[in-house]
Nanobody, 126 residues
Framework: EVQLVESGGGLVQAGQSLRLSCAASGFTSDDYAIGWFRQAPGKEREGISCITRDAANTYYADSMKGRFTISSNNAKNTVYLHIDSLKPEDTAVYFC???????????????????WGQGTQVTVSS
């Protein structure tokens, strides 16, 4: 059974940086991707970025380019999301999710992802 656990969220001040972690376990194949998503109050879940494990390809939603950086440590089965210059509008629950893939690409939409973590709350104050 695949399990994903997010951590690293909390209350931060605007302008600061934050690194979120997604610890994965239970995979039976190396061919999978990890995506980061967020959902703010009253809004739909939106994609941020995704990364492939074997090829280490990364993809970003157009609106997320610049302040967001995804990376991974395969030895630790952990994927990270670094957020620079946090803004109050970044306040949301941040989720990681996994998808089995058979190519070098990964989607930045929630639908194809099979397993989800519980989410970690990020709150940015002014």
């Amino acid at each position: 059974e695949v399990q994903l656990v997010e951590s690293g969220g909390g209350l931060v001040q605007a302008g600061q940086s934050l690194r979120l972690s997604c610890a994965a376990s239970g995979f039976t194949s190396d061919d999978y991707a990890i995506g980061w998503f967020r959902q703010a109050p009253g809004k739909e879940r939106e994609g941020i970025s995704c990364i492939t494990r074997d090829a280490a390809n990364t993809y970003y939603a157009d609106s997320m380019k610049g302040r967001f950086t995804i990376s991974s440590n395969n030895a630790k089965n952990t994927v990270y999301l670094h957020i620079d210059s946090l803004k109050p509008e970044d306040t949301a629950v941040y989720f990681c999710a996994s998808e089995r893939i058979w190519s070098d690409s990964c989607p930045i939409t929630p639908g194809p992802y099979d397993y989800w973590g519980q989410g970690t709350q990020v709150t940015v104050s002014s």
